[in-house]
């Protein structure tokens, strides 16, 4: 069995999540440049705004084509601002799951934004998509990840032992590999009628098929 995500657009109270448009490259390029996000992630370090250009063009797109994933760009629904990411990865159409990752900018941290656009991602892929299950998989050191994780709702499952390569920067600006422990967390339908209650009770979200 196999599937794609439709191109679609989400909104919550303050956010919108919605494809990723080349009018994104400075500010995504901008934001992947961020410490926490050299960190944490596998994102090349420096990023340029090529790397941008080619995740928006040629990588998104043909992920979503091929039934993997879905990239969302998250903005601010008042001022438009690029405020992160949204990223469903190594989608199972036959188990109907899906791995969510996401990324904020520097700017707009502390403000719950990655687990309103998290939150409002998984109602879509339950109710909209029909998925079964979320998985989610958070450094062992990555405090801020996990907070989103238990914000929303998510079970942590158990620990992947040596799974995850983080990454620190030294005084001279070099990166190295840090070998440490994936947290898995997984997210059900019935999931959401505990801690995900709250925002849809605020009135939920609202999607947009077929954006563009």
């Known amino acids: 069995m196999s599937g794609t995500f439709p191109n679609i657009s989400i909104s919550t109270e303050r956010l919108v999540l919605r494809p990723l448009d080349e009018d994104d490259v400075p500010a995504l390029a901008e934001m992947m440049n961020d410490e926490q996000v050299g ?8 990023y340029t705004a090529d790397q941008a250009r080619d995740w928006i063009t040629r990588y998104a797109p043909a992920e979503r084509e091929a039934g993997r994933g879905l990239d969302l ?3 601010e629904f008042l001022t438009q ?3 992160g990411i949204v990223q469903l990865a190594r989608t199972n159409w036959h188990i109907r799951s899906t791995e969510l990752s996401y990324i904020i900018a520097p700017w707009a941290r502390g403000e719950g ?7 409002a991602t998984a109602q879509w892929l339950f109710n909209d998509q029909k998925l079964e299950r ?3 998989r958070t450094a062992a050191d990555n405090t801020a990840s996990q907070q989103v994780a238990q ?4 079970i942590s499952e158990g620990v992947l032992r040596n ?7 030294a005084d001279d600006g070099t990166w190295s590999d840090v070998r440490t422990d994936f947290i898995v967390w997984s997210l059900l339908p ?3 009628d505990g801690a995900g209650g709250q925002l849809a009770d605020s009135g939920g979200f609202t999607t947009y098929p077929d954006w563009n």
């Open 113 to 119: 934004y990655a687990s309103e656009a998290a939150l």
């Open 39 to 46: 960190a944490w992630t596998d994102v090349p370090q420096p």
């Open 81 to 83: 601002r690029l405020v």
């Open 163 to 169: 799974a995850c390569i983080a990454h620190v920067r």
């Open 73 to 75: 760009a998250v903005t």
């Open 190 to 192: 019935e999931d959401l």
């Open 151 to 154: 914000k929303i709702g998510c």
């Open 134 to 136: 979320i998985e989610l």
